[in-house]
């Protein structure tokens, strides 16, 4: 169920009887052969499913995130920290003003790790808020497959190559990672990691990406207890 789909009066019925919501932080970023939206796509799926299965209100997805390494990347958007965190926070308190009080933020890019800790703050100030943060791609279930399958998850590899982010045809080999020397400029980073992929196979078996998915999914479904 997505507020887009809603009026303000169909939310206010709803938080009558529920005060749940998943919030969704996104990125628009190089991604390789895949999506430059990847990191909104992933988590806005594993949210729909989520929401279809707990009947639990999704936010729009806030599709733009902190990507200051990729911006020699066309098609590369990038917010500053400061600008995430104060619109981390902002949709947080907003949120809460209307009567949200159980807030599950689905994270898609590593990048706005920032956030969660300006919301840990923001949280404090919050009387009666719960707000819980989910990295799908750093969960022990993400883990568990990879290691099951003898794959190592990374940006822009198998991991993220979901049929719903594959826009062009993937190459059939494995990338050797790049050696990267700590913490590079735009331009650095373009020709430390070529086409953008961190390394590792570009694709994995349908199964494996449905295991995954289904994985993270219950992870998210559990999250959304609150208990």
Sequence with gaps: MRIEDLNWMDVEEYLKHDDRLILVLGATEQHGYLSLLTDVRIPVALADAASQASGILLAPPLNFGCSPYFLSYPGTLSLRV????????????????????????????????????????????LPGIQLRWYDWWLSHSTEAVGIKHGIKPSHANWLEAFPFTIVSELPTTSKVPPTVPGIM?????????????????????????????????????QLLKFD
């Design 185 to 221: 400029d735009a331009s650095t980073a373009r020709k430390i990691y070529g086409d953008g992929s961190f390394g590792g196979p570009y694709l994995a078996g349908e199964d494996v990406m449905h295991e995954l998915f289904e994985a993270c999914l219950e992870d998210i479904l």
């Design 82 to 125: 400061s600008t995430l965190i104060a619109a981390a926070e902002d949709l947080v308190r907003s949120a809460y003003q209307t009567g949200f009080r159980r807030i599950l933020v689905l994270n898609g890019h590593g990048g706005n790790s920032p956030a969660r800790t300006q919301l840990t703050e923001t949280a404090n100030s």
